[in-house]
C-alpha cells in the first residue's frame, strides 16, 4: 500500500538530447578555477570543491507545494552537497554520521539523474546533447533519497557548470585511480583501527586462518597455503587460503586455483563447506582429457576420512543468474524512488502487485532456501557440500556465508559477522567493483552483496534474540558500500587492492604503500553515542560458565579424528558411462552430463528437515532456520522505506521499541549509580528530569527512527487512496498529531 513516483516507473526512461556544453577537458580546467574561489566550505582531507551554483531551491516531497530552503549546491571529487543559506537549528540528531550530512550525495551513490525542461522529465546521459539548461535537477540516489533541486533562480553559467560537472563526475566511465579513496588516503592521517583488542579478523595473514581452522577444530582435516603470497598461482585467489591436507600443492598451480576444494568452515558433526570454481568450460578433447585426470585427483583427496560422501551443488544452475538479479532489483528500487506525496498515494493500491512482480522477494526466498538445504546435507545426511560456480565468487560468498550464519552463533555477533564478510566475501574475491559499478564502466550492476545484506536482514527480523548487532547496523553497512574513504568495497579482489596501494609522486614514482581505512572501524562513521545504535540491546550473549561447561559428548558432537559414517568405497572409476563417479560428473559440466548417466545423485529430503526443525523450541546459539513461505519474507523496511514521510509509523514499530528498550537499561543503570553513589537530592532531581525528557521523545518517534525525520507534514493513513479521499472531507483525525499523556499522573 505504497506508491511509487512518476519517475519510479517501471517502464525505462525515454532517449533524451541532452549533451554537456563543455568537454570533460573543459569541465576540468573550470572546476580547478572555481576551486580556487571558494574557500568557505568544509571539506575532507583530499576533497576539492569542483564546481558551484548559487540561489538553488531545494524542495521538499511535501503534496502540492513548493516549500523548501535556498542554499548553494556543490560538486568535489567526493559528494556532491546542498548548503542551506539558513542558519541551522540547535537539535543535533541523535545518529548522526561525521563524514556525510542529510544533503550530501557521494558521487557513487548517485543512481540517475533527470533534468526537467519545461515540464517534461528526461533522463540526464553522459556524453549526450544538451539543448538548454534544465529548470529543475532530480537525483536518485542508490540509498534510496531523492532529491529535487531548481534552478530557476540560478544564473545560467553556474547552472551550466553544475550540471555538466555533476553528469561527467557522476556517469562517466573513470579510472580506478581517480577514485577518491585514493585522495583522501593519501591526504589523511596514517590509517591506526582503534579497539585493536576487539579488531575484526581481516584474514590477510597466514595467523588468522589458522586461528579459524583451531576454533572450528579444521585443523585436523585441513592446513593453510601460502603458494599465493605474491599471487603466483592466481590473481583471484587470496594470499593464504585453506586445502585439504592431502591435496599435493602442484594441483593448486594446475589450473591457477580452479577445480581445487577451497575449505570455508567446519561443521559440528565433524564435515565440510567447500568452494570451487569451475573448471573452463569451452576446451577441445586434448584439455578435457587433462580437465578429468586432474579431477580425478582431487576425488582421490576427497574420497578417503572423513570426505567418503561429497555432494556438489552447482550454483550457477540452481539460482538466478546475475542478469536477472539485475533487472529484479533495478524493478524493485524503483518502487522507493518517490518523487513527491502525491504520486506515493496515487499508486499505492497497486503497490502489493508491484512488489511481486519485480521478484526480489522470490530471489530472497531462493537464496534461503538453497542454504537450508545445505544445511540438511552438512546437519541431517552428514554429507560433505562442495559449493560450485564459475568464479566462486558470487553466490558461493552468499550461501556460503549464509550457512554459517544459520548454524555458527559466533557470525551473529558483531566482530563474528564482520570477519565473515572479511573472510569470504573480501578475501574471497567478490568483485565490488564491478558488480556495484563504482567505475560506471557498465550497466551490468549486479547487487549481489545487497542480496546477501537483505537475506541476513530477514534472519534478524525473524530471530531479534540471536543477533548481536541491530538492523540499523546492516542498513548503515548498506550505505558504507557507496562512501569511498573504505577500501572494503572497492576492489575486486585482494591482489587489485595490493596492485593499487603504492603512493605515487607528482612524477608518478612510488614513494611508499597507502594505508587504507575499513569500514569496521565504526568510529571513523559515528561518534560514540551513535554507535549504540549499531548494537541490538535484546541480544544476550553465553554466560563464561556455560561456555566452559563440558557437555556429554552425544552424536551431535565434533568427531576430530574418526569419520561419522562407516567409510564407504570411494567412486573412483573410470570415466564414462557406469565407470564414472558422481563427483567428476557433477564438476565436467552439461557436455559430459550428455555422455554419461548422472544416476548417482543424493535427494534432498530438506523440506523434512525443515519442517522438524521449526516444531522444536529455538535455541538462539545454535541452528536457525528462517521461515521461507509468503508472507514471511517482506521488504527491509528500514532501509528502503526511511526516507519516505507518508511510510512511517510514528510512535510506533520494531525499531522505537527497541530504542525504548535501550532507554529503559539506561535508566536501570543510572538508578544502580545513584544508589552506589548515594548523590544530594538536586543531582537526583536532575537525573530524573533526564530520562523523562528521553521518554518523552521516544512517544514521538518514527517505526524508521533513527533515519526518519520526527515531524511529518503532510500525513494520511496506509490504507488505498479512493477510501481516505472519500474520508478526507469528514474526518480529520487522520491529519492530526500523536498527543502525549503523562501515564504517571493518571
Excluded at 597507502?514 to 559515528?526: A, M
Excluded at 532531581?685 to 512517544?699: C, H, I, P, W
Aim: glycine fraction near 4%.
Amino acid at each position: 500500500m505504497l506508491g511509487i513516483g512518476t519517475g519510479g516507473a517501471l517502464k525505462s526512461p525515454k532517449q533524451p538530447s541532452f549533451v554537456s556544453y563543455l568537454t570533460p577537458e573543459e569541465i576540468d580546467a573550470k572546476e580547478k578555477e572555481q576551486a580556487e574561489k571558494v574557500d568557505d566550505v568544509l571539506l575532507l582531507p583530499g576533497e576539492t570543491l569542483l564546481c558551484e551554483a548559487s540561489n538553488v531551491f531545494k524542495c521538499t516531497q511535501d503534496e502540492g507545494s513548493q516549500r523548501g530552503v535556498c542554499g548553494r549546491l556543490i560538486c568535489t571529487n567526493f559528494k556532491i552537497a546542498f548548503l542551506c543559506d539558513e542558519v541551522p537549528d540547535d537539535n543535533t540528531p541523535e545518529f548522526k554520521n561525521k563524514i556525510l550530512g542529510e544533503n550530501d550525495i557521494t558521487l557513487q551513490c548517485v543512481d540517475q539523474l533527470y533534468g526537467v525542461f519545461d515540464d517534461k522529465k528526461k533522463v540526464l546521459i553522459s556524453l549526450t546533447a544538451l539543448k538548454k539548461v534544465p529548470k529543475k535537477l532530480i537525483i536518485y540516489c542508490k540509498d534510496f533519497r531523492v532529491f529535487n533541486f531548481c534552478l530557476s533562480y540560478s544564473k545560467e553559467e553556474e547552472v551550466k557548470r553544475i550540471v555538466s560537472g555533476i553528469i561527467h563526475h557522476t556517469l562517466s566511465p573513470k579510472l580506478l585511480k581517480r577514485l577518491f579513496l585514493f585522495s583522501y588516503t593519501s591526504a589523511a592521517p596514517c590509517y591506526i583501527a582503534t579497539l585493536a583488542k576487539d579488531q575484526t579478523m581481516m584474514f590477510d595473514k597466514h595467523n588468522d586462518w589458522r586461528l579459524e581452522l583451531d576454533r572450528t577444530k579444521g585443523n585436523l582435516c585441513y592446513k593453510v597455503l601460502s603458494l599465493n603470497e605474491a599471487y603466483k598461482v592466481s590473481e583471484r585467489l587470496p594470499p593464504y587460503f585453506v586445502v585439504p591436507l592431502s591435496l599435493p600443492e602442484e594441483c593448486v598451480y594446475k589450473f591457477q586455483g580452479r577445480g581445487i576444494p577451497i575449505w570455508c568452515w567446519s561443521t559440528q558433526n565433524g564435515l565440510a563447506l567447500v568452494k570451487m570454481a569451475s573448471l573452463p568450460k569451452e576446451v577441445d578433447d586434448f584439455a578435457m582429457q587433462e580437465q578429468r585426470m586432474f579431477l580425478d585427483s582431487v576425488e582421490k583427496t576427497l574420497h578417503r576420512p572423513p570426505y567418503e560422501e561429497v555432494r556438489i551443488e552447482d550454483l550457477s544452475v540452481s539460482l538466478p543468474s546475475l542478469s536477472e538479479i539485475q533487472m529484479s532489483y533495478t524493478r524493485f528500487k524503483q518502487l522507493f524512488l518517490i518523487d513527491n506525496a502525491t504520486d506515493f498515494w496515487d499508486t499505492d493500491s497497486k503497490w502489493f502487485s508491484l512488489l511481486e512482480s519485480c521478484n526480489w522477494l522470490e530471489i530472497i526466498r531462493q537464496c534461503l532456501k538453497k542454504a537450508i538445504e545445505v544445511i540438511d546435507y552438512l546437519e541431517s545426511q552428514r554429507i560433505n557440500v562442495v559449493l560450485k560456480e564459475d568464479t566462486a565468487s558470487d553466490f558461493c560468498c552468499l550461501i556460503a556465508s549464509l550457512v554459517q550464519i544459520m548454524m555458527d552463533p559466533h557470525f551473529r555477533t558483531r566482530h563474528g559477522f564482520q570477519s565473515l564478510i572479511q573472510k569470504e566475501w573480501v578475501m574471497g574475491g567478490h568483485a565490488f567493483l564491478d558488480r556495484c559499478n563504482h567505475l560506471r564502466k557498465n550497466d551490468n550492476e549486479a547487487p549481489v552483496f545487497l542480496l546477501f545484506l537483505d537475506c541476513v536482514w530477514q534472519l534478524v527480523q525473524q530471530y531479534p534474540l540471536a543477533f548481536e548487532f541491530s538492523e540499523t547496523y546492516l542498513t548503515v553497512l548498506s550505505d558504507s558500500i557507496n562512501i569511498p574513504i573504505f577500501s572494503t568495497f572497492f576492489f575486486n579482489s585482494p591482489c587489485q587492492r595490493d596492485a593499487h596501494k603504492w603512493a605515487e609522486d607528482g612524477l608518478g614514482k612510488q614513494r611508499g604503500p597507502l594505508s587504507f581505512y575499513t569500514v569496521w572501524d565504526w568510529s571513523v562513521q559515528f561518534e560514540l553515542k551513535a554507535l549504540s545504535f549499531l548494537n541490538n540491546p535484546l541480544y544476550v550473549g553465553k554466560s563464561k560458565l556455560e561456555k566452559s561447561r563440558k557437555a556429554p559428548r552425544s552424536k551431535h558432537q565434533r568427531q576430530l579424528s574418526l569419520p561419522l559414517t562407516q567409510s564407504k568405497t570411494s567412486n573412483k572409476r573410470g570415466f564414462f558411462k557406469e565407470e564414472t563417479g558422481p563427483f567428476i560428473k557433477s564438476l565436467l559440466g552439461k557436455r559430459i552430463s550428455k555422455l554419461i548417466n548422472s544416476s548417482d545423485e543424493v535427494p534432498s529430503n530438506y523440506r523434512v528437515f525443515y519442517e522438524n526443525w521449526h516444531r522444536k523450541p529455538v535455541d538462539f546459539h545454535g541452528l536457525i532456520l528462517p521461515h521461507i513461505e509468503g508472507p514471511d519474507i517482506c521488504p527491509w523496511a528500514q532501509r528502503h522505506l526511511r526516507w519516505i514521510p507518508e511510510a512511517q509509523v510514528m510512535g510506533g514499530g520494531n525499531v522505537a521499541a527497541m530504542q525504548r528498550i535501550l532507554e529503559l537499561m539506561d535508566e536501570i543503570q543510572s538508578l544502580k549509580k545513584k544508589v552506589k553513589e548515594r548523590p544530594n537530592s538536586n543531582h537526583t532531581l536532575a537525573k530524573e528530569n533526564d530520562v523523562e525528557t528521553r521518554r518523552k521523545k521516544s512517544v514521538r518517534r518514527s517505526s524508521l527512527y533513527p533515519f526518519a525525520l520526527l515531524h511529518i507534514s503532510s500525513f494520511r493513513p496506509s490504507i488505498s487512496t479512493t477510501t481516505w479521499r472519500s474520508w478526507e472531507a469528514g474526518d480529520e483525525l487522520v491529519n492530526r498529531d500523536d498527543e502525549y499523556f503523562d501515564l504517571g499522573s493518571i
